[in-house]
């Protein structure tokens, strides 16, 4: 047999294995990654949705189609009446929930996972009754907490402050202890055998490995009480939170300047995870 006939019949066999490779056979390689993809666009319309409609100029307030484009709803974002109020007041309540969710939380993380004591089994397993709680039972027991306690005429910013911290602490327990369990013991022993007292082994050391979980949790409480809705409007009395303005504008016709809000909340949630991604990358490229 010559050298081209034999050539010839392993070029026609390489490419009757490339013709049987149809589009079912890329399809079943590329499973996995067609799936994702198609995730990843069905979260990301509903906000394109969103940023699209901020642009809106509505031919009425019941209209939820683009009638036209315009500048406007961005250059008076507050014009409906209470919505940059209630919307400060969510970011008040978000930041102070995130702040005391965030430090009771990353304590007690330390304290279950460092630390033997008794009822410790107990504590772990009441750490997850409020994130299984459905949020009307939670809203309603801790409204009637605030009746009984003499404290139902002063609903409002502190009643709604108090459950946020309550039912955001879960979560950041939670979070604190998953990234605490997965850290190596050795390099704290280590810092220790070369003479670091604790408390320098704690803020050189342990502190700086656990901070992308205390930071994760911290954005996860800031989110949940930003938008939380009904465990705020059992417990707010006369206080409009941001999430009580949607609902209550929903009634009347949604005022397009919301869709502004939401896309500034979510371009400012992007820029802090890219920037974190991006300090990760630059640190691990050192």
């Known amino acids: ?47 394109l949705v969103v940023m699209l409609m901020s642009f809106n100029d509505p031919a009425s307030r019941n209209s939820y189609s683009f009638d036209g484009f315009t500048l406007a709803n961005w250059t008076d974002v507050c014009g409906p009446y209470q919505l940059c109020e209630s919307l400060v007041t969510s970011l008040q309540i978000g930041l102070l929930a995130t702040l005391g ?12 996972v460092r630390h033997r004591f008794r009822g410790r089994s107990a504590a772990n397993l009441l750490i997850f009754l409020p994130m299984a709680t459905p949020e009307v039972v939670m809203g309603s027991s801790l409204l009637a907490l605030f009746v009984n306690v003499g404290v139902a005429g002063f609903l409002g910013f502190w009643t709604i402050l108090v459950a946020h911290v309550l039912f955001c602490l879960s979560f950041v327990v939670v979070t604190v202890k998953a990234r605490l369990a997965g ?9 220790m055998d070369l003479y670091a007292n604790e408390w320098q082994t704690f ?14 949790a911290a ?30 504008a929903a009634q009347r016709g949604i005022p397009p300047q919301i869709n502004v ?5 979510f371009l400012v949630a992007m820029s802090v995870v890219l920037v974190g991604e991006l300090g990760s990358r630059r640190r691990a490229g050192r």
């Open 1 to 47: 047999m010559s050298t081209a006939t034999a050539t010839a019949r392993r070029t026609g066999r390489g490419s009757g294995r490339g013709a049987g490779r149809g589009p079912g056979r890329w399809l079943a390689d590329h499973l996995v990654l067609v799936l994702g993809l198609l995730v990843l666009v069905y979260m990301t319309v509903p906000v």
């Open 101 to 112: 969710a965030t430090l009771l939380g990353t304590l007690m993380a330390f304290a279950m």
């Open 183 to 191: 850290l190596d013991p050795r390099l704290e022993q280590a810092a």
């Open 203 to 216: 803020w050189r050391i342990s502190f700086p490995l656990v901070f992308p979980g205390i930071l994760g």
């Open 219 to 248: 954005l996860l409480s800031f989110s949940l009480s930003f938008d939380d809705f009904i465990i705020t409007n059992l417990n707010a009395g006369q206080e409009v939170t941001f999430p009580m303005f949607v609902w209550g």
């Open 261 to 265: 809000v939401g896309t500034i909340m």
